[in-house]
């Protein structure tokens, strides 16, 4: 896993090289034929790569970007290379995720970008439909890198009309000073990347985007939801129809839900692990749940909701040598070593 100062030593010396090639290539995305709705969203999908010629100056546009996209993640104060956590602190990371980890996705780079044979797109129009993201890729010296940024449907125009009216596409012709029609298809890209592959492995500066570029948002829900299926079998909770209704409107939710599974936590729930919840919540917040007589949380609205779930996840933590009391979801369980 390389370190800030080698993400920058690679950023000036990116600066520096005069020959630079950038290619940018359109990632398509794809249901696999056959594919089972239940199948695991990291391959679940088949993205495919489509390659378009550039002109000289947006080729140096590209490379602007990649190189100030890691000068200005990479120089942040306080700013740490870790491995990427389903949820963590809001504090500012650059997350590094393995290549192979990414299953389907991975084989974009893999199979597709490392190849010479890239089919070449001519028009806009025969991939609008499926584009999902927009890979970077550059060569400097002998090494490779491939930088990707998700796209959004509204930053495509094409001038086939999407509905039975016809649609007009024009544009502002500066030295007629007038509006034209406009013939053609457009794209529209800002300064950003989301993430950056070098190495078999994956830098990321925006979580958001990156994680939908490989699924990861929507394997959240599922996982989210089978977190849900395992809680309901301890009988132990009431008003779990809330948590299905707000993991689907929230990713915070959903996120935390996943990361309990992660650790395992959805495995157990006792009566006495109700009662510890509740105690640490009239502790550390001053809040309760409501418990009925045979020792089950009711959970009754959104409030309900996000205390139950950040209890589940260990958040409310405490240091083993002040013994102050924290509140993180970051962390990785250890197994103590000593007597």
Avoid at 37 to 42: E, F, M, T
Avoid at 88 to 99: I, K, R
Avoid at 115 to 136: E, Q, R, S, V
Avoid at 169 to 176: I, T
Wanted: charged fraction near 30%; glycine fraction near 4%; include cysteine.
């Amino acid at each position: 896993m390389l370190q800030l100062e080698d993400l920058l030593e690679y950023a000036e010396k990116l600066e520096n090289d005069d020959n630079v090639k950038v290619s940018l290539m359109f990632v398509t995305r794809k249901l696999k034929p056959g594919m089972k709705a239940s199948a695991k969203v990291l391959d679940k999908f088949d993205f495919i790569l489509n390659k378009v010629a550039l002109s000289e100056e947006i080729s140096q546009y590209f490379k602007s970007v990649l190189i100030n996209q890691i000068k200005t993640q990479a120089s942040k104060d306080d700013i740490e290379v870790k491995p990427y956590t389903v949820i963590g602190d809001d504090l500012p990371q650059v997350y590094s995720y393995a290549l192979n980890n990414a299953l389907s996705f991975s084989k974009v780079i893999t199979e597709q970008a490392r190849a010479d044979n890239t089919p070449t797109i001519n028009c806009l129009n025969d991939i609008k439909n499926d584009l999902w993201a927009y890979c970077i890729k550059v060569k400097s010296g002998d090494k490779y890198t491939y930088s990707f940024r998700k796209v959004a449907k509204g930053k495509i125009t094409t001038n086939t009309p999407d509905t039975l009216g016809k649609k007009l596409s024009a544009m502002f012709d500066k030295s007629e000073a007038e509006l034209q029609e406009f013939d053609g298809s457009v794209i529209s890209f800002d300064d950003k990347i989301d993430c950056l592959c070098i190495d078999e492995q994956f830098y990321v500066f925006h979580k958001s985007g990156f994680e939908q570029i490989l699924g990861l948002d929507e394997e959240f829900t599922k996982t989210a939801q089978e977190t849900v299926e395992a809680i309901k079998g301890f009988d132990l909770v009431e008003g779990l129809d809330l948590v299905e209704k707000e993991l689907l409107q929230k990713s915070t939710i959903r996120k935390t839900l996943s990361s309990i599974k992660q650790k395992g936590n959805d495995k157990t729930l006792t009566k006495s692990e109700i009662t510890a919840m509740n105690e640490i919540l009239q502790k550390l917040e001053g809040e309760s749940f409501e418990i009925t007589e045979d020792g089950k949380i009711i959970l009754s609205n959104s409030k309900d909701v996000k205390y139950f779930v950040k209890l589940l996840n260990d958040y409310y933590k405490q240091g083993m040598t002040t013994k102050k009391y924290y509140t993180s979801n970051a962390g990785s369980i250890i197994d103590p070593q000593g007597n």
